[in-house]
């Protein structure tokens, strides 16, 4: 916030343009975020990944006949390593006699995800009831995971399209305001007020344009299966 703020001010002393101040000021912290599209997504693959290969894991080390506890604290140290804390957090609950039920609702808490849920809620009824077969659910999971991923890496490569149009208008962009510095009589227009304000509008209109096809390059978030404790705290409460 503070380069930002300051390459804003720099940029206004410099020009004598209020608009460009505020617009600098933007594009610091925005075009990072909006070039960040593709990479979250990626980032997210990678994490069903690892949820993925833990629940495998777990299932084939539960078929051994081995308790859903013992059979946590056994993953713990060979945990994929984008979940690796949140395994081994849940180990040390478990270990430390805590709620089993509370301490798998804590590690979907840290997960914060949709299909996170899905491997842990059945763990969570199993602690309930003991019941048999959690070695074909983990395993009908964890194949339904790796389609997900499979489906989604599909679709993200569909995507690059769209953020390869915000990188591509973004330095097209870039260039132009590069020009207008090296030749003051390209952007002269804009120096009267009503340049200015037109300027902003046509500034506010091109980030309008960028969010919405960011927003098109990422898939929706999807609400999660286990709400966290602090909405089921208030709904109790209410």
């Not at 009831?129 to 989604?152: C, F, N, P, Q, Y």
């Not at 030749?183 to 227009?189: A, K």
């Not at 927003?215 to 409460?237: D, G, N």
Request: net charge neutral; proline share 5%.
């Amino acid at each position: 916030m503070g380069t930002a703020i300051g390459a804003g001010a720099l940029t206004w002393l410099l020009t004598g343009w209020p608009s460009a101040g505020m617009i600098i000021g933007i594009a610091v912290p925005g075009i990072p975020w909006l070039f960040a599209a593709g990479r979250a997504e990626k980032q997210a693959i990678a994490r069903l990944e690892a949820v993925e290969a833990w629940t495998r894991r777990l299932a084939d080390i539960v078929a051994r006949g081995i308790g859903l506890q013992q059979a946590v604290v056994a993953t713990a140290a060979t945990a994929p390593q984008l979940i690796e804390q949140e395994v081994r957090d849940l180990a040390a609950r478990l270990q430390g006699s805590a709620d089993p039920i509370a301490a798998l609702q804590q590690m979907a808490d840290d997960l914060n995800d949709y299909t996170a849920d899905q491997v842990i809620a059945p763990l969570m009824l199993h602690v309930t009831d003991r019941g048999e077969g959690l070695h074909e659910v983990l395993t009908g999971i964890s194949r339904s995971i790796a389609a997900e991923i499979e489906m989604r890496s599909t679709v993200d490569a569909k995507r690059e399209g769209p953020r390869f149009a915000v990188r591509f208008l973004t330095g097209m962009t870039i260039l132009l305001l590069a020009y207008g510095v090296i030749n003051p009589h390209y952007l002269q227009p804009y120096g009267s007020v009503l340049g200015q304000l037109v300027l902003l509008f046509l500034a506010g209109l091109y980030v309008v344009l960028m969010t919405s096809v960011r927003k098109l390059s990422l898939p929706p978030k999807r609400e999660r299966l286990l709400p966290p404790v602090e909405v089921q705290t208030l709904a109790v409460t209410a």
